[in-house]
């Protein structure tokens, strides 16, 4: 009985998949980590992306797209595009969705993924993500 009472008190901890640091679920913020990359042989240090303006998120995702070098008809990408139109498939909407985690910090979920169809699907699901980190002062777990 009391083996039972002291695994009600305890907290979970919850590691993120990219530093393998505990958060708890306690409320504290998690300070946002640099993150190290090689490029060129190199090790480079840099920052997420801080997105806060709805203009920068959308901006943000359409030059993402149009910088996707499998993108074609770059001219007429717009937010409500779907990436079919474009010569996008499944698994391209996959590694827009790993440069996103890498430049932003999130993780996305793989039940996520095959909801991704459209430009604005991407801006909207960075919206949301930043709404919940403003609200609950913490980023979502997946």
Partial sequence: MIRGLRLLQMRPIFYFAADKTPATTQGKQQQAKPIQVYKDGQLITKNYLQLKKSQDIE????????????????????????????????????????????????????????????????????????????????????
């Fill in 59 to 142: 901006g943000y995702v359409l030059t993402l797209v149009k910088n996707y070098y499998r993108t074609t008809n770059k001219l007429a990408l717009t937010l409500d595009s779907e990436l079919e139109q474009h010569g996008l498939d499944s698994l391209d909407s996959i590694e827009l969705s790993m440069q996103i985690e890498e430049d932003l910090g999130y993780v996305i979920s793989a039940e996520t993924l095959p909801v991704l169809n459209k430009v604005r699907h991407y801006v909207n699901y960075i919206k949301q993500v930043e709404q919940y980190k403003v609200e609950n002062n913490a980023a979502p777990l997946a």
